[in-house]
T-cell receptor, first 109, second 112 residues
Framework: GQNIDQPTEMTATEGAIVQINCTYQTSGFNGLFWYQQHAGEAPTFLSYNVLDGLEEKGRFSSFLSRSKGYSYLLLKELQMKDSASYLC??????????FGQGTTLQVKP | DTEVTQTPKHLVMGMTNKKSLKCEQHMGHRAMYWYKQKAKKPPELMFVYSYEKLSINESVPSRFSPECPNSSLLNLHLHALQPEDSALYLCASNAPNTGELFFGEGSRLTVL
């Protein structure tokens, strides 16, 4: 079966750091993706991890531990425009991307 | 060109209408996808085309009919839809090296 868990909602303060966790149990693994989606818009790609470790891209970093079935997305120096939904997605060996339910992040002044 | 273009952006149709959603990409990607997204829910996979052949159909009702005329185009033909089919329909294409999905802006469909 496929199960991807992430918190439903999070709130953080402008300028702070926030970590969004994602745990997964899937039949096969071929990479983990994080997407950002603003209300009414299409998802946009943030990061991709296929090997264990940390991938850094500007204010955004993503970490993967395959043995633990765990990933997190770290957002630094939060800005108001970072208020959005963050989707964790796992790609299965057939190439299908399976999305978690998404975490709605609200950044407050 | 790193865009996936979808038309129309908004569509309102009755349950007896026939309409089509269109998607186009010129990135040379050979896999293209249709996803359906309801409000506050993640995208749900509907169809996958790989090298212009339908490779995955996620048990989608036959009132949705996909078509891939060539490697750059993907259509979704709609007929006899139900109000519960109202949603954002997202097209995506797949970068071969990373598997990253590039999404279009979506077509917001309302069925009356």
């Amino acid at each position: 079966g496929q199960n991807i868990d992430q918190p439903t909602e999070m709130t953080a303060t402008e300028g702070a750091i926030v970590q969004i966790n994602c745990t997964y149990q899937t039949s096969g693994f071929n990479g983990l993706f994080w997407y950002q989606q603003h209300a009414g818009e299409a998802p946009t790609f943030l990061s991709y991890n296929v090997l264990d470790g940390l991938e850094e891209k500007g204010r955004f970093s993503s970490f993967l531990s395959r043995s633990k079935g765990y990933s997190y997305l770290l957002l630094k120096e939060l800005q108001m425009k970072d208020s959005a939904s963050y989707l964790c997605a796992v790609r299965d060996p057939k190439g299908k991307l399976i999305f978690g339910q998404g975490t709605t992040l609200q950044v407050k002044p | 060109d790193t865009e996936v273009t979808q038309t129309p952006k908004h569509l309102v149709m009755g349950m007896t209408n026939k309409k089509s959603l269109k998607c186009e990409q010129h990135m040379g990607h050979r896999a293209m996808y249709w996803y359906k997204q309801k409000a506050k829910k993640p995208p749900e996979l509907m169809f996958v085309y790989s090298y212009e052949k339908l490779s995955i159909n996620e048990s989608v009702p036959s009132r949705f009919s996909p078509e891939c005329p060539n490697s750059s185009l993907l259509n979704l033909h709609l007929h006899a839809l139900q109000p519960e089919d109202s949603a954002l329909y997202l097209c995506a294409s797949n970068a071969p090296n990373t598997g990253e999905l590039f999404f279009g802006e979506g077509s917001r469909l309302t069925v009356l």
